[in-house]
């Protein structure tokens, strides 16, 4: 029976409708309870009612308490934890700034602190410098710096930018600051409460081990996906045409990765670290281990290149075809610098992102998606070492009457 609010007045009123029921079952007389408070017996039943309306309000408190799908969003955060999960933390943007000593024959320092850049649109990059770095002459050092909000903030490629130094450091003249496009580096917001209610609900396979490990690591600062590829066989084995050896776990980055990823995957598993490239490669470090560090390897994300093209109809007198078409670039932005992996792309997921276009006396005709070959696919899968990205859309405008 399904548990529903009642007031003090309709338990109490229940209660002795019951005991009504039972007396003339038992005496074969219509008899009541006087319902009035100068009543003994009534003030026992509405007694009795009221230790079950705090019964029935307590139960009804917390009937939803832990449900993803009712819970409130306070305790929305609790129920992440009971079932072994955590939000999906937003990430900043990225810049990388190219630090570079002009100076053909003196050193140059840059002493500790935390530096910012800002940019065009007035977003402030940061990035901290834990000692004092000496630049050789003609030297140069990249510096990933990262936006001080979550969310997609681009910076185009710049030969000549400011910094600024928060402790007040003077900068010496002959160190120039440069940064580079940051398209395949922008940030995202944090995981919305319906997104995370959808996960807990229908992601069976939240609670793997290496899928919960995925997520410590993606939440770091400045991380933005990770997925983990593990060979679990006595045999060495391929993955994406990647050799890696057997129990080899293989570690897919994108961002800029720190000694904390190596330390999240030393305390968690006890795997080894498929080596790709040598120079990818971050530190868990520990006395225990020989020259007191542990390397962990990794690789980073590539892509998997698609494009589309995109039939519709539309009339000419009421909106022009370049209005059209930039807005449907805007709804599949996402796709052309995607920093987060799915596992597919499909024209059902095309057709649901079209649903968006409310322009008027425009319609989608047709849609499709080309491969890496140009081959006209409905379904696209991508590994977990690549992330989608879309090349570009052809569009094909019909009038209408035509």
């Known amino acids: 029976m399904a548990l529903v609010s009642k007031s003090l007045d309709e338990i109490t009123t229940g209660m002795i409708d019951d005991y009504d029921a039972m007396l003339e079952e038992t005496t074969q007389r219509p008899l009541r309870v006087w319902r009035n408070n100068n009543n003994k017996l009534y003030l026992i039943f509405r007694g009795i009612a009221n230790g079950f309306k705090l019964v029935l309000d307590t139960v009804l408190a917390l009937k939803n308490r832990f449900d993803p799908l009712y819970c409130d969003v306070s305790d929305l955060y609790s129920t992440c934890k009971l079932v072994g999960t955590e939000f999906k933390e937003g990430k900043g943007s990225i810049v990388q700034i190219t630090i570079t000593n002009k100076s053909a024959q003196e050193t140059k320092e840059l002493l500790a602190g935390i530096y910012d850049y800002r940019s065009v649109s007035g977003v402030i990059f940061s990035f901290q410098m834990p000692t004092k770095y000496i630049f050789q002459p003609e030297e140069e050092k990249i510096i990933s710096a990262i936006s001080e909000v979550k969310g997609s903030y681009r910076v185009e490629a710049n030969k000549s930018i400011k910094l600024v130094s928060r402790e007040g450091n003077s900068i010496d003249p002959s160190l120039q600051f440069s940064c580079e496009d940051n398209i395949n580096r922008l940030g995202y917001p944090d995981e919305s409460d319906m997104d995370a209610r959808e996960r807990i609900l229908y992601d069976v396979n939240r609670q793997d081990h290496l899928q919960e490990l995925e997520l410590k690591i993606r939440n770091l600062p400045n991380i933005f996906e990770c997925n983990l590829i593990l060979n679990a066989s006595e045999a060495s084995a391929f993955y994406d045409e990647v050799p890696f050896g057997p129990r080899e776990l293989l570690v897919v980055l994108t961002g800029a990765p720190s000694n904390d990823v190596a330390r999240l995957i030393a305390d968690?598993?006890?795997?080894?670290?498929?080596?790709?490239?040598?120079?990818?490669?971050?530190?868990?470090?520990?006395?225990?281990?020989?020259?007191?560090?542990?390397?962990?390897?990794?690789?980073?994300?590539?892509?998997?290149?698609?494009?589309?093209?995109?039939?519709?109809?539309?009339?000419?007198?009421?909106?022009?075809?370049?209005?059209?078409?930039?807005?449907?670039?805007?709804?599949?932005?996402?796709?052309?610098?995607?920093?987060?992996?799915?596992?597919?792309?499909?024209?059902?997921?095309?057709?649901?992102?079209?649903?968006?276009?409310?322009?008027?006396?425009?319609?989608?005709?047709?849609?499709?998606?080309?491969?890496?070959?140009?081959?006209?696919?409905?379904?696209?899968?991508?590994?977990?070492?690549?992330?989608?990205?879309?090349?570009?859309?052809?569009?094909?405008?019909?009038?209408?009457?035509?």
């Open 268 to 402: 968690e598993v006890l795997y080894a670290t498929c080596q790709v490239d040598p120079a990818q490669v971050v530190y868990y470090e520990n006395d225990l281990y020989i020259d007191g560090k542990y390397p962990v390897y990794y690789m980073e994300h590539g892509k998997t290149n698609f494009s589309m093209e995109i039939t519709y109809q539309y009339d000419k007198t009421k909106i022009k075809p370049v209005q059209i078409e930039a807005d449907i670039d805007k709804l599949f932005e996402d796709y052309t610098k995607a920093v987060q992996h799915i596992d597919n792309f499909s024209i059902a997921m095309v057709h649901s992102v079209l649903q968006d276009v409310k322009l008027p006396s425009v319609t989608i005709l047709e849609a499709v998606i080309y491969d890496t070959d140009a081959v006209k696919t409905s379904f696209l899968r991508i590994p977990k070492t690549r992330l989608p990205h879309l090349t570009g859309i052809n569009y094909l405008p019909q009038e209408v009457g035509t």
